[in-house]
């Protein structure tokens, strides 16, 4: 008897994923691309089919790595770059509507980025095609935390009982939200969020890790950690997301403790890698120019994996 795969249909938050999915579906997909990509193979599994890019916050890699990913898959994309201005959201247009909008025009799958947290879902709540959110607010960013995944898969063949740094701006980063529940599936990962006082990691996820009994501490100052690590994953501050008057002052401290400097570099296992979503700042400066060429760093390397990873997704949710 044929058993019926589970189908993702929205890809909405990393919860949503379960750890057979990632180990025999997504993996392997994304490897499949990988592979079809560096023999020049010519794909055209999603010829005649169009995909919408709504970006209603500002993005580079992720609306160009989705397109790009659409176009190698033979789709064409129609993409709205700054839609908080340009589209009808200027002019007071609910997402719902600007969702029904989309559906009666015939697309075959919407990229959503927007600015407050459950935008995604509320798109998918009357969308009859896929919904893949590209970042909602403070929310979540899943395709993003696919490609981290990927990543340190691909370099350590193995999640289970790896140890994590999240470092920076854990309140108000999604990218490391939706990488401790993707994480979280494994079995005894570690985490050490590291993050000044007023931006540690939400409350949420710290339940998630304690409902789930997955070990973690608190912590400020990355040295204290670097050399207990084989994952560390910087973030810079999300300073747009910060309202005037909260206690993080760039003015003072900045990234003290939340930073590689040459001395955190040295600490830091000769086996471990050095991750980062992008954009650097300079803000935190958490990774400065003058380390972006030591081996441990994979920050490119993340952007790579995100074209095969965004095929991978489009070619398993687009019909
Ligand atoms: C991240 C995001 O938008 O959340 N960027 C990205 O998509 N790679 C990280 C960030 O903006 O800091």
Redesign the pocket.
């Known amino acids: 008897m044929q058993t019926l795969k589970k189908r993702i249909f929205h890809i909405l938050r990393s919860q949503q994923f379960g750890r057979q999915w990632l180990e025999k579906e997504f993996f392997p997909e994304t490897l499949r691309m990988k592979n079809a990509l560096a023999s020049r193979a010519s794909l055209s599994t999603l010829a005649g089919r169009t995909i919408c890019l709504l970006f209603y916050?500002?993005?580079?890699?992720?609306r160009i790595s989705f397109q790009q990913a659409a176009l190698k898959l033979g789709a064409d994309v129609v993409a709205t770059e700054n839609a908080k201005e340009f589209s009808s959201a200027i002019k007071g247009e609910s997402m719902l509507d600007t969702m029904r909008v989309i559906n009666a025009l015939a697309f075959d799958a919407v990229v959503i980025?927007a600015d407050y947290e459950g935008a995604a879902e509320e798109a998918a709540s009357v969308s009859q095609i896929p919904v893949i959110n590209?970042?909602d607010g403070i929310g979540q960013?899943p395709t993003?935390a696919l490609l981290d995944l990927f990543t340190i898969y691909e370099h350590f063949k193995r999640i289970d009982g790896l140890k994590v740094a999240l470092v920076g701006?854990l309140k108000n980063?999604?990218?490391t939200r939706s990488l401790a529940y993707l994480l979280g599936k494994f079995n005894n990962i570690h985490f050490e969020l590291i993050a000044p006082e007023s931006l540690q990691m939400r409350q949420d996820i710290l339940d998630y890790f304690k409902r789930h009994k997955i070990s973690f501490n608190l912590g400020s100052n990355l040295m204290d950690v670097a050399d207990k690590v084989d994952v560390i994953y910087m973030?810079?501050a999300?300073k747009e997301r910060m309202k005037e008057g909260e206690p993080f002052d760039f003015a003072q401290g900045k990234g003290e403790g939340v930073r590689i400097t040459k001395e955190v570099l040295k600490k830091i296992k000769k086996d471990a890698i050095i991750m980062h979503?992008?954009?650097r700042?300079n803000d935190f400066n958490e990774i400065p120019e003058e380390f972006t060429d030591d081996q441990r760093v994979v920050i490119f390397k993340?952007?790579e994996n995100?074209l095969y990873t965004r095929m991978a997704l489009l070619n398993m949710i687009v019909k």
């Open positions: 916050e500002p993005s580079t890699r992720t980025r590209a970042g960013h993003q701006d980063g999604r990218t973030t810079r999300q979503p992008l954009p700042s993340q952007v995100g």
